[in-house]
């Protein structure tokens, strides 16, 4: 039997921020999903029941290609391709590109890309500059600033909390804020 949204949300604690954790039930899912041959308006249709009561949805996915994903994919209306500036990642954003284009052609869908969203930035090294100056050639004004590695990241991560609560003032928290602020802005 289907679940409804409603049975699978649990609150944060923070103010107007919901999840939809993922668990070991998350793979079954997409094996579920490919098995039945779901519809890639899956998650679309079954988010139904409870979009009005949020201004935005967020679809965090794994970094596969894969039924699961593409449903997500087709049921956002704005996509954001975060990607560690090393060579393996930038794979990853042509795969993801690569499906985006597929799912636009085969299924019609019809949201827009926002951009990639370097991470994991490290100005001592010459791969990420290398990768960086990569991804701008290819993708011009579609890259945007970047976000620096930084170990706050790893701590408010590892203390359950945003880089807002752990350092406000932190260059992380500002270079987030800049990205927010452009998706933000595309989104409106």
């Not at 098995?35 to 409870?50: D, G, H």
């Not at 500036?85 to 794979?91: G, K, W």
């Not at 993801?96 to 949201?111: C, E, Q």
């Not at 050639?137 to 590695?149: C, M, N, P, S, T």
Request: with cysteine; glycine share 6%; charged share 25%.
């Amino acid at each position: 039997s289907e679940l409804h949204p409603g049975q699978v949300i649990r609150e944060t604690g923070r103010d107007r921020l919901d999840i939809i954790p993922s668990d070991k039930k998350t793979s079954t899912a997409q094996v579920v999903l490919s098995a039945q041959r779901a519809p890639i308006q899956y998650i679309s249709k079954a988010l139904k029941p409870v979009q009005g009561d949020y201004d935005y949805i967020v679809f965090d996915t794994a970094p596969s290609v894969g039924d699961l994903m593409g449903a997500a994919l087709w049921a956002s209306d704005y996509v954001l391709i975060p990607s560690a500036v090393d060579f393996l990642s930038i794979d990853g954003v042509m795969k993801l590109l690569d499906t985006l284009k597929d799912i636009r052609t085969d299924h019609d869908w019809k949201g827009q890309l926002i951009g990639i969203l370097p991470t994991f930035y490290d100005e001592t090294t010459r791969e990420s500059a290398a990768i960086l100056q990569d991804l701008k050639e290819q993708f011009d004004k579609g890259v945007l600033a970047v976000i620096h590695r930084a170990t706050i990241l790893r701590e408010c991560a590892a203390y359950g909390q945003t880089i807002f609560e752990a350092d406000n003032t932190s260059r992380a928290a500002k270079e987030y804020k800049r990205a927010i602020d452009h998706i933000l802005k595309v989104a409106k």
